[in-house]
RNA sequence: GCCGGAGUGGCGGAACGGUAGACGCGGGGGACUUAAACUCCCCGGCCCCUCGGGGCGUCCGGGUUCGAAUCCCGGCUCCGGCACCA
């Protein structure tokens, strides 16, 4: 073997013969005619977000492929049949803005980047299954997304509903909510406007219940990202609680947590967007007041509107409700604190117990009641601020002298008993709006007859085919509506002249179910196969970055739920172990192309190697943490490298070497240390890799075991025959356990010292006959107080022991 | 405000109730070299010191324990999520 490492050509080697071996190639897959056999034993199904195709891969990529790498070695290792595929999330927005920019279709730039990125990722070396790669914009993958829709449809979870919804006036599109992130666009930052529209939405909120419970014992993830989770979803325990207008004619329904406090309510609000208003007003003096009212709380924009600061706005109806439970008349008001979309757009106004509502009232003088008194003070005491802690009630007939916690289920059982209410539910969650008015994303595939209504594509004609445009701008609706040809249809049921829908779905869509057509990538007749997708599913181990928390991972889940229900998948959630990993800062800010501190990883590519650059984004710090960019410490990694190299190199071609007996050891105690070293390595590296995902320990244990090796043969203390056995089975050991994180240098390696293809190995086997210690700790007490603590031989007499202390 | 996570050298971090600072970066000293680079060896928490050692050290204050960075209670600070959600 060459003096030195040199990466380039070690790196070409074992990458050529991974490929002609389809080394990585899992089964069982469908494919077109048969259904494959499921195999016995284990399986491990590992997985990394697949990456969006801009122009080429980040170093956030890297570590996170290189992590999934490292995982699917160890489980391939370990006996496993191991599943590892890669994709790519294909249609949205950055593609489509390049088109626009420079006319090429975002096919043609999407394919081109797509072949740079695996280009890369093979550079890399990373133990893929290339043969069930896959592209969510390719029409024999879309065809299954549309496919997965009118199922949907059909079961009632997506419909077209008229609603306020989030526009985007840069993208020219409506967004999710999960899609806004402080009233501002998540893509391009812009502020968000509230509009009327009439859009398709996902049922996601029918799962919000289950989308919580299944969070408790089915996965095992981060407590962050199921507290991110947990605060989306947004559950709180309340009533429903019936208002009936003054005249009768009404009756409006509110959402409140607090049951309890109902006769302490002073006020009625409607939020601006309620359908009553108008009806409610008509004809009478204070319409104008309320019309102008609600006209310019609706313009205001989505970040101005939440903002908890701003003064107390509202109008007063001259209309009033009636308490449900003392039959008192509350004048109703319109105030555009009071949300549309969360509860019923209408609430009871409790000024005494509810900050928002204190300084309404304080805002319009409106009275204030107290209901509930803590601990020492009159029922009668007036209040400086909203009261919200514990205590009695009070003031409140049949509920007087109950702890709050008591007056609630009280309350909600007098209503309920009465039909006025009930105990009831509310969640912040809002239903999923998938429709985007924009060009490169997998058509909505229904058409709109003028007869029959919206009317689902028949599945035999799908998949519905992206029409080719010449514009791909947004005008405030979709490019697909400039093509004629696309447009215009026959409806499927009656025949008649009908237009196609032409907005596309958001690309979130797509990523919610990729997981399973990695298991029936080029099929033709299904989407999956159930067999196959339960044979792999769920995802034992699904990495990837955190600010997926809401989005990408709480569609999944939603999907999988739903195909469960539909009986198309035989388990509920899609990835029972998550790993969020850290991002890559450099200068003090993630790496960005706009702030100039972007490391490309082709770059250390080419200067270090591929393994040195796996190394290293896995040595940096704990793989969940942000970490701070070193080009220094990438340097240290090929150092590494480098020293193990000549470690190898120093040493006489031959067959591996067995792991030298305790006899053999007898006289030379630095041999000993050595191989005893090795034997902990095992066990060290082992664990943290499985257990605790600790790669930067693993990685540090193995350096250390080299430097002990080298230490070792710069001192001269190796050179007997004990000494050069146990200095080539620590080499083995240090290579074997390199291995998953740095698989090109550790196969050259391997070969060096006489081992066979280092892939198809297994992982060594640490011998507990050299991880026994030769002290144990003894605590030593005297008259049961006195302490101290010896290190003594094991098997050491107490005489002895107590003679040392 | 509510929910979650975290505070250890100059820096990233290790130790998961048992020698605090593994491994690496940066720094210092030495060997090799005409010289440099590479490489190899050694030293790096702080303060004293008669050079053998001593004292103090893991955000702060208490506690449990023979023994606490680690467990418990109370603070402080930082990071992330949610928030006019009734």
């Not at 079961?155 to 509903?161: F, M, Q, V, W």
């Not at 919804?165 to 893509?187: I, K, M, S």
């Not at 959630?573 to 490309?600: C, H």
């Not at 081992?755 to 030593?780: C, I, K, N």
Request: with cysteine; glycine share 8%.
């Amino acid at each position: 073997m060459p003096e030195r490492y040199d990466p380039a050509p070690v790196e070409s080697k074992w990458q050529g013969l991974w490929e002609r071996e389809k080394a990585f190639r899992a089964e069982p897959v469908s494919r077109d005619g048969g259904s494959p056999d499921m195999p016995d034993g284990a399986k491990a199904y590992v997985l990394e977000m697949l990456p969006y195709p801009s122009g080429e891969i980040h170093m956030g990529h890297v570590k996170n492929y290189t992590m999934g790498d490292v995982i699917a070695h160890q489980r391939r290792r370990s006996g496993a049949r191991v599943f590892h595929p890669m994709g790519y999330d294909a249609f949205g927005l950055p593609a489509e803005n390049a088109a626009i920019r420079t006319g090429e279709p975002p096919a043609t730039v999407t394919r081109r980047n797509i072949a740079r990125i695996r280009t890369q990722m093979k550079r890399l070396g990373f133990a893929l299954d290339w043969d069930t790669e896959l592209s969510t914009a390719e029409p024999d993958y879309y065809r299954w997304t549309q496919w997965l829709f009118l199922r949907m449809f059909e079961a009632g979870l997506a419909e077209r509903r008229q609603a306020a919804v989030n526009w985007c006036p840069v993208d020219q599109t409506v967004l999710a909510n999960e899609q806004v992130v402080d009233g501002h666009c998540e893509r391009c930052g812009a502020l968000v406007e509230l509009r009327q529209l009439t859009q398709w939405f996902l049922r996601i909120t029918d799962y919000a219940e289950r989308l919580l419970d299944d969070m408790a014992g089915l996965v095992d993830w981060p407590e962050r990202v199921l507290a991110m989770q947990r605060n989306w979803i947004g559950r709180s325990e309340g009533a429903r609680v019936v208002f009936r207008t003054e005249d009768g004619a009404h009756e409006i329904p509110v959402f409140t947590t607090r049951p309890d406090t109902l006769f302490g309510a002073t006020f009625f609000l409607l939020a601006p967007e309620h359908p009553l208003v108008a009806e409610l007003v008509a004809g009478r003096p204070e319409a104008e007041a309320v019309t102008e009212y609600v006209r310019r709380a609706v313009q205001t924009s989505l970040a101005d509107r939440s903002d908890a600061e701003k003064p107390k706005t509202g109008v007063d109806t001259g209309r009033r409700v009636v308490n449900p439970v003392n039959g008192e008349e509350l004048p109703i008001w319109v105030a555009d604190y009071v949300l549309m979309d969360y509860g019923t757009g209408a609430i009871m106004a409790v000024p005494g117990h509810d900050e928002r509502d204190f300084a309404f009232a304080t805002a319009f003088g409106l009275p204030i009641r107290r209901v509930i008194a803590p601990e020492g003070t009159a029922p009668d005491e007036p209040l400086e601020e909203a009261y919200s802690g514990p205590g009695r009630l009070v003031n409140s007939d049949f509920i007087d002298g109950l702890e709050v916690d008591e007056a609630k289920p009280a309350m909600a059982a007098w209503l309920q008993e009465r039909d006025l209410g009930e105990a009831t539910v509310g969640y912040r969650l809002r239903d999923w709006l998938i429709s985007r008015q924009r060009y490169w994303g997998a058509p909505i595939p229904v058409i709109h007859c003028p007869d029959c209504g919206v009317v689902p594509v028949p599945d035999a004609d799908l998949p519905v085919l992206l029409p080719d445009v010449d514009d791909y701008a947004p005008k405030g609706q979709s490019p697909l509506a400039a093509s004629e040809a696309f447009v215009n249809v026959d409806c499927p049921v009656c025949g008649t002249a009908a237009r196609r829908e032409t907005d596309t779905m958001d690309t979130f869509v797509d990523s919610s179910w990729y997981f399973l057509r990695y298991t029936a990538p080029a099929l033709t007749t299904a989407a999956f196969e159930r067999e196959v997708v339960d044979y792999w599913l769920p995802v034992d181990q699904y990495i990837g970055g955190v600010e997926h928390a809401v989005l990408h991972l709480l569609y999944a889940r939603f999907f999988t739920k739903v195909l469960h229900d539909l009986g198309l998948v035989g388990f509920v959630e899609p990835f029972a172990r998550l790993f969020t990993q850290g991002m890559i800062y450099r200068d003090g800010a993630k790496m960005s192309k706009s702030k100039g501190n972007v490391v490309a990883p082709d770059e250390i590519v080419d200067r270090y190697g591929a393994d040195t650059l796996r190394l290293y984004v896995l040595f940096m710090g704990p793989a969940a943490d942000d970490i701070e960019w070193s080009d220094q410490g990438v340097e240290g990694q090929r150092r590494f490298l480098d020293r193990l190299w000549r470690l190898v190199a120093g040493q006489e071609a031959g067959p591996l070497a067995a792991r030298p007996t305790l006899e053999q050891l007898a006289d030379d105690p630095v041999a000993l240390e050595l191989v005893r070293k090795a034997e902990a390595t095992v066990q060290k590296a082992t664990v943290d890799i499985t257990e605790r995902f600790s790669f930067h320990t693993a990685i540090a244990a193995i350096q250390e075991l080299v430097n002990l090796g080298t230490r070792g043969v710069s001192a001269g203390e190796l050179g007997g025959a004990a000494g050069a056995q146990a200095l080539r089975y620590a080499s083995q050991t240090a290579v074997s356990l390199l291995f998953p994180f740095a698989p090109h240098v550790a196969s050259e390696l391997w070969e060096a010292l006489g081992g066979g293809s280092l892939h198809r190995e297994t992982w060594p086997q640490a011998d507990p006959a050299f991880l026994v210690r030769d002290v144990v700790t003894v605590v030593v007490q005297v008259n049961g107080k006195l302490r101290d603590r010896l290190e003594v031989a094991p098997g050491t007499p107490d005489a002895e022991v107590v003679a040392l202390a």
